[in-house]
Structure formats: structure tokens, C-alpha cells
């Protein structure tokens, strides 16, 4: 039997990814999360890192992003 994660559509093939190099980039199917130190001046807000070849349930083909 193959392993049916093999046949889910990548990170690279979703609207809400956004590349940032050649197999790495950010999820932008949510707001940022905080991502940061103490105290609260030192703060960042980041959009989950993913690698192109990441997969997940919330895919959306490059082109149909929209609320759901």
C-alpha cells in the first residue's frame, strides 16, 4: 500500500504560501503569530516558516485563497 501523505498537493502549490527562497518560505493562511522575547518592547510578529515541500489540511490551489 503507498503512503497517502505522498499525495497531498504541496506548500509550494498552495495560494497562502509565500517562498522565500528555494525550498523554504512562510504560511500565510493565518494572521502572524507572536514569535519573541521579554519584555513586550522586543516582540515580533511571524507567519509560521514551512518548506516548499510541507503539506497540510488547509490547501487551497495557488489562485483560490479567500476566507472559508
Known amino acids: 500500500m503507498s503512503d497517502p501523505r505522498l499525495n497531498h498537493p504541496t506548500c509550494a502549490e498552495c495560494a497562502y504560501f509565500q517562498s522565500n527562497g528555494a525550498t523554504s518560505g512562510t504560511c500565510h493562511r ?8 521579554h519584555p513586550a518592547e522586543h516582540h515580533t510578529w511571524r507567519f509560521p516558516a514551512v518548506t516548499s515541500f510541507s ?3 488547509e490547501f487551497a490551489p495557488d489562485g483560490n485563497a479567500g476566507p472559508r
Not at 493565518?30 to 522575547?37: D, N, T, V
Open 30 to 37: 493565518y494572521p502572524p503569530s507572536f514569535a519573541g522575547e
Open 55 to 57: 503539506w497540510c489540511g
